[in-house]
């Protein structure tokens, strides 16, 4: 083994943080969601995709990168390498495509509402939850045949595409797995948060309105219906505004790796480990965001979390399953609140 100096001591500590993070928050999005039919929307099926993504790189390539830190090289051969570094581009490329689909879930559930549950039936939900994995392996398999190829990449510490093996390879996956997905995610949230903005400043306008007593029962109805029509929750902005971070933490951790594409082609030196390897850790550590985000941000989500908690402390000590007094008093377990996303939807659509 080689020796242990204090950087590698911090980089490895760093991943295994980042790893262990990663694994237990994912994870727990996992069994939120799944234990909870009322949390089982469409939307969160595709986060729960993008958290398989962030589980698959923090399972099987983040541990074997602590490893070849710590040892200093490459000790699981060849065919390993190839392997691990397909499926590192397979996370990080689903991942991608999964907050572009994200995106385009969003865009129709609030701007193209009239036509959402036409498109995104449970079958068709389905059908592309599962292309983005299929666009994503092919997308990701070239360099298993010949076009670029997978190496070992001492500054980083793991098997990725080397890049000067083939630059027309690179310039595909900028295009088709970062700029093409994030121009879908500007457009998109651009429409939406301009519709949210128009809304915001109808359902002003018909507040300072005062429209004349109705002249019969039906128009008095309809003036409602037109009243209403541009109301939005709260929650649904708040939904969309953190599908909005996650979408930004994402570019924030990988851009840098980006970046060091170019220079690791153009630039006739190796870059100084600690960028190297920092970009690296950056972009790792975005697998442990979204769940620290989502988290954060949505009250059904902690609340089930809470009640996970409460389950597992109550199966440790061999108690019943507790809850709290205001629980009680509403006669349900905090896991059975109904996710926001359905149980606040527009007014408007009333």
């Known amino acids: 083994m080689a020796s242990i100096t204090i950087s590698v001591v911090i980089e490895a500590l760093l991943l295994v943080a980042i ?35 962030d589980l698959l790189v923090s399972v099987l390539n983040m541990p074997v990168t602590v490893v070849t830190i710590i040892e200093q090289k490459w000790i699981f051969g060849e065919t390993a390498c190839n392997f691990l570094g397909f499926t590192t581009m397979l996370s990080f490329v ?24 036409s498109i995104f039936t449970p079958r068709n939900s389905v059908l592309f939850g599962a292309t983005v994995w299929f666009i994503s392996s092919a997308i990701s398999m070239p360099p298993l045949f010949g076009w670029a190829d997978y190496r070992y990449i001492p500054g980083k510490s793991y098997c990725f595409v080397f890049w000067p093996s083939d630059v027309y390879y690179m310039y595909f996956m900028l295009t088709i797995c970062f700029f093409g997905p994030l121009t879908v995610m500007s457009v998109s949230y651009f429409h939406i948060l301009k519709f949210t903005r128009r ?26 219906r037109k009243r209403k029509r541009f109301a939005m929750s709260p929650e649904e902005v708040k ?25 690791d082609l153009y630039y006739p030196r190796p870059l100084p480990r600690a960028i190297d390897i920092g970009t690296l850790l950056l972009g790792y550590a975005n697998s442990m965001c979204n769940p620290l985000v989502y988290g954060t941000r949505n009250q059904a989500f902690r609340k089930e979390l809470r009640s996970i908690y409460i389950d597992l402390v109550s199966a440790c000590c061999g108690q019943g ?30």
């Open 321 to 350: 399953v507790v809850t709290s007094p205001e629980e009680t008093r509403n006669g349900t377990s905090a896991g059975q609140e109904v996710d926001s996303e359905l149980s606040n939807v527009y007014s408007r659509r009333v």
């Open 94 to 117: 689903s991942s991608v495509m999964s907050l572009a689909m994200i995106a385009i879930n969003r865009y129709y559930y609030v701007v193209r509402w009239k036509t959402y549950r």
């Open 19 to 53: 790893c262990a993070s990663s694994v237990v928050g994912n994870t727990l999005l996992f069994i939120a969601f799944l234990r909870r039919k009322k949390l089982r929307t469409i939307s969160n099926g595709y986060l729960l995709n993008l958290a398989f993504a």
């Open 199 to 224: 809304a915001r400043q109808r359902v002003e306008q018909h507040k300072e309105e005062r429209l004349p007593p109705p002249a019969n029962l039906e128009t008095g109805q309809e003036n409602g």
């Open 239 to 263: 939904i969309t505004n953190t599908l909005l971070i996650v979408d930004i933490c994402f570019m924030i951790c990988w851009a840098p790796f980006a970046i060091t594409m170019f220079i």
